[in-house]
């Protein structure tokens, strides 16, 4: 059975770095979209970056675009996102999502995605 378990989220300042990660097991990783979405109480779940199957090709949310990366090593079978210049607006939990099917402009809805970790929070201070 598929799981995916995050985890690297803390209380950081502002200005800072971090990275999470998303560890997957139960399933052939190298054939999974991956991406990371953000939820704040009384908020949608919130789009942040995605990956293909094969590395080959990122997207990022335009409000994290220029600070943070995703990445993937399918022979760990982890998903990456590392977070810099952090700012207190990003304060979240922050899931990782599995799509076993995503396609076109499918990566940025949270529905398109077939398995979710159970989350990582991360605190922004100023």
């Known amino acids: 059975q598929i799981q995916l378990v995050e985890s690297g989220g803390r209380l950081v300042q502002a200005g800072e770095s971090l990275r ?33 199957w094969n590395g ?3 997207y990022y949310a335009d409000s994290v675009k220029g600070r943070f990366t995703i ?5 760990k079978n982890t998903v990456y996102l590392q977070m810099n210049s952090l700012k ?17 402009l499918g990566f940025k809805f949270p529905s398109r995605y077939d398995y979710w970790g159970q989350g990582t929070q991360v605190t ?3």
């Open 88 to 104: 207190p607006e990003d304060t979240a939990v922050y899931y990782c999502a599995a799509g076993l099917n995503v396609y076109g």
């Open 71 to 75: 990445s993937r090593d399918n022979a």
């Open 20 to 52: 999470l990660s998303c560890a997957v097991s139960g399933y052939t990783f190298s054939s999974l979209t991956m991406g990371w979405f953000r939820q704040v109480p009384g908020k949608n779940r919130e789009f942040v970056a995605v990956i293909t």
């Open 124 to 126: 922004v201070s100023s």
């Open 56 to 58: 080959g090709t990122t």
